[in-house]
């Protein structure tokens, strides 16, 4: 039992740039976030899905997309990087939409020059 | 916006003595809470929770305070150990989201 794997563990990107950072989740839940957290900033929510086929916007959307195609599986997608998107990014996932604990990830470590 | 803030962004305890660590949340619609640790390098690790029906709950070592009038809660922490070092998150939910503070680095003195 994996639990929540990401990767990569760490990536360094150009500006301008595009990439997806995986995760993935061997536990059948239903519910999986994104979010980056940044130094003082605490963890901040950027999109979640409640199931497959379903994703919503969290706290800072912006500059980001995903999609849920299987429960296993919550890519999040980077469409055109920027300085500002430096950060280190949690993949989370839980057995229901809220009133769950949520398991995490070890992160992605992203460095955007 | 909703907001989850932790009072101390660092407290130094004694190995042996008891952590108290501190969060206050400003939705009142909020009804379920947890407590993360994260050790450098790893992702945060579920502590305990607590739905807003109880304002007390026990696990091993640690125990969560839940004060709704205030919107406040804390995490207590028995006789401290050096393995307890790290930073602990507090966060909120009321439905699909979590709102989660800024964390207090616990530093465990020898």
């Known amino acids: 039992n994996a639990g929540v794997t990401q990767t990569p563990k760490f990536q360094v990107l150009k500006t301008g740039q595009s990439m997806t950072l995986q995760c993935a989740q061997d536990m059948n839940h239903e519910y999986m976030s994104w979010y980056r957290q940044d130094p003082g900033m605490g963890l901040r929510l950027i999109h979640y899905s409640v199931g497959a086929g379903i994703t919503d916007q969290g706290e800072v959307p912006n500059g980001y997309n995903v999609s849920r195609s299987t429960t296993e599986d919550f890519p999040l997608r980077l469409l055109s990087a920027a300085p500002s998107q430096t950060s280190v990014y949690f993949c989370?996932?839980?057995?229901?939409?809220?009133?769950?604990?949520?398991?995490f990830g070890d992160g992605t470590r992203l460095s955007i020059l | 916006g909703e907001s989850v803030g932790l009072h101390l962004p660092t407290l130094s305890v004694q190995e042996g003595d008891n952590s108290i660590i501190n969060c206050a949340y400003s939705?009142?619609?909020?009804?379920?809470f947890i407590w993360y640790k994260q050790e450098s390098g790893k992702g945060p690790q579920f502590i305990i929770d607590i739905r807003s029906n109880m304002d007390k709950r026990q696990g091993q070592r640690v125990t969560v305070l839940l004060n709704k009038t205030v919107k406040h809660l804390s995490l207590q922490i028995a006789a401290t150990q050096p393995g307890d070092s790290a930073v602990y998150f507090c966060a909120a939910s009321g439905g699909y989201k979590y709102i989660f503070g800024t964390g207090t680095r616990l530093k465990v003195l020898a």
């Open positions: 989370a996932s839980s057995y229901e939409a809220g009133g769950q604990p949520q398991h």
């Open positions: 939705n009142s619609a909020s009804d379920y």
